[in-house]
């Protein structure tokens, strides 16, 4: 089966430094790749997502890259803000499995004020 | 996106009782999923819930601990059986929607069995 492995499970900025979490996964059929924030006490919440037909995609100051020879996604957030603080997710899964998502151990973000 | 409504929202649940959380979505979708998260820890899957069949179980989950009902493409019951405190974890109802079967998330139920 899938394997996704997150790095690095902690993560201390600067408020106004970039971050950058980097997942690696092991399914070379993976084609669907979302990343999730989940804040003290909720639910994980979509930020973005990319597919397998682009290399990457960005949300203001959020952005994906994918390298699929590489097999590998990373999330950069850009102009960090005390609010970004909080546990992100990223996950792996193929259209055969929809919804049956593999999900990294996760990267606790912390911004600095 | 799909909104996504969880009752209850916590509980505490004394050892050896059931409890049944409910999942209820604003739109029909055709995949429903549970997932747990203990504490600290990823998500990992549960089920998928089936409408109008039963549940299909991921590995080292079972039908008589986490039975699941789906009765139509809107609501979806995960009940955990006979906890005990390693169930103490957060519940997570999780629907596939779109085209591109993008992956949403109710809030949880967190659950502290004592």
């Known amino acids: 089966g899938e394997n996704v492995e997150q790095h690095p499970s902690t993560l201390s900025v600067q408020e106004g430094d970039s971050a950058v979490i980097k997942c690696t996964y092991s399914?070379?059929?993976?084609?669907?790749f979302p990343w999730y924030k989940q804040e003290l006490g909720k639910g994980p919440q979509l930020i973005i997502d990319?597919?397998?037909?682009?290399g990457e995609k960005k949300d203001q100051r959020i952005a994906v890259t994918l390298n699929k020879t590489a097999k590998h996604f990373s999330l950069h957030i850009t102009e960090t803000q005390p609010e970004d603080s909080a546990v992100y997710f990223c996950a792996a899964t193929t259209n055969t499995n929809a919804g049956k998502s593999t999900f990294g151990d996760g990267t606790t973000l912390t911004v600095k004020p | 996106s799909a909104v996504i409504s969880q009752k209850p929202s916590r509980d505490i649940c004394q050892r050896g009782t059931s409890l049944t959380i409910q999942c209820q979505v604003d739109?029909?979708?055709?995949?429903m999923f549970w997932y747990r998260q203990q504490p600290g820890q990823s998500l990992t899957l549960i089920a998928t819930a089936n409408q109008g069949s039963e549940a299909t179980y991921e590995s080292g989950f079972v039908i008589d601990k986490f039975p699941i009902s789906r009765p139509n493409l809107t609501f979806s019951t995960l009940t955990v059986s006979n906890m005990s405190p390693e169930d103490s974890s957060i519940y997570l109802c999780s629907v596939a929607q779109g085209a591109g079967n993008t992956i949403y998330f109710g809030e949880g139920s967190w659950l502290t069995v004592v």
């Open positions: 399914d070379s059929a993976s084609n669907y």
């Open positions: 739109s029909q979708v055709t995949m």
């Open positions: 990319i597919r397998s037909n682009v």
